[in-house]
């Protein structure tokens, strides 16, 4: 049972290490895709001022659900068209290395909308969001090419620094602040990122 456990493992690794490049092409419409949804959402939110803690926490969930369901469309006709499973062992892999710190997120946010609906608790969760959501990318980046982990620890840095600054500060920002940040780092990040594999893509494949 252990040596099959064993080379089951193994032969798992070996298919990440190949299908690093295949991940690398997913990411950069995934990344640009989400990246403008995040920098609409973040102007959506600034503009119609959704000020109080239930509604942030629901925009942003339903942002996250919409960017979700297109990231899905977008992997999965790559995958069609590339004869490739969508659901592999490999990916179902990364799913489970991201999952614990996406799922955190999750709860904390139905906390603050359904519990504690906490003005204070809410502006907090943007940095711990930032800093989970690299946490999460950091995870699944050891199935992947490496730059996937820096661009996680870019999440976590700039989490920590709103926190800092939040914590220093002796009052809270507007609230349409922390929708200005969401669509900053959660669609500018995602925005370079992707420019940035699109481009060394093409790189490459010259």
């Known amino acids: 049972m252990s040596e099959k456990w064993a080379a089951e493992n193994l032969q798992t690794i070996r298919t990440l290490m190949e299908r690093a490049a295949v991940y690398r092409r997913a990411l950069?419409?995934?990344?640009?895709?989400?990246?403008?949804v995040g920098?609409?959402?973040?102007?959506?939110?600034?503009?119609?001022?959704?000020?109080?803690?239930r509604r942030f926490v629901?925009?942003?969930?339903?942002v996250a659900a919409a960017t979700l369901a297109g990231a899905f469309v977008v992997i999965r006709r790559q995958a069609l068209r590339d004869h490739e499973s969508f659901w592999s062992p490999p990916t179902r892999r990364v799913a489970q290395a991201m999952l614990p710190s996406l799922f955190i997120g999750l709860?904390?946010?139905?906390?603050?909308?359904?519990?504690?609906?906490?003005?204070?608790?809410?502006?907090?969760?943007?940095?711990v969001w930032m800093?989970?959501?690299?946490?999460?990318?950091?995870?699944?980046?050891?199935?992947?090419?490496?730059?996937?982990?820096?661009?996680?620890?870019?999440f976590i840095a700039g989490g920590t620094?709103?926190?800092?600054?939040?914590?220093?500060?002796?009052?809270?920002?507007?609230?349409r602040f922390a929708h200005a940040f969401?669509?900053?780092v959660f669609g500018g990040l995602h925005l370079v990122y992707g420019a940035y594999l699109y481009c060394t893509e093409q790189k490459q494949a010259e």
């Not at 920098?39 to 803690?53: E, R």
Request: glycine letters at 14%.
């Open 161 to 175: 620094v709103l926190l800092l600054y939040l914590v220093i500060r002796q009052s809270l920002p507007e609230f």
């Open 131 to 154: 800093a989970l959501y690299g946490a999460a990318l950091h995870a699944g980046g050891f199935f992947m090419q490496r730059g996937i982990k820096w661009f996680g620890w870019a």
């Open 107 to 127: 709860i904390a946010g139905l906390m603050l909308a359904f519990v504690a609906n906490d003005q204070s608790l809410t502006w907090a969760a943007v940095p």
């Open 182 to 184: 969401m669509g900053l």
């Open 28 to 36: 950069a419409p995934v990344c640009l895709l989400t990246g403008v």
């Open 39 to 53: 920098l609409i959402a973040g102007g959506v939110g600034w503009v119609t001022q959704c000020d109080s803690p």
């Open 58 to 62: 629901l925009f942003w969930f339903g």
